[in-house]
């Protein structure tokens, strides 16, 4: 058989105390992980619980006016 390379142990285990540290920093990066999903994906998930309204179609007709009645000179400023 092989032999074993360490030694046996004497004695119990000490038991394993709960470590504050570890514990703030998962606490943190949890935090930081939901922020961050919240930051990038934060229109969508807004949209799914609230979608915007469906344009009017009396709106639609105000924009394709506006959009026919703006000047066609390629620019805004004064001649």
Do not use: N, Y
Request: charged share 15%; glycine share 12%; with cysteine.
């Amino acid at each position: 058989m092989l032999a074993c390379i360490l030694r046996e142990m004497t004695g119990q285990p000490k038991a394993k105390r709960e470590d504050r540290t570890s514990l703030l920093v998962g606490v943190g990066m949890t935090a930081l992980l939901t922020l961050g999903v919240v930051t990038v994906f934060g229109d969508a998930i807004a949209a799914v619980f609230a979608p915007p309204p469906a344009p009017s179609p009396s709106a639609a007709s105000q924009a394709s006016t506006a959009s026919s009645t703006t000047s066609s000179d390629g620019g805004g400023g004064k001649s």
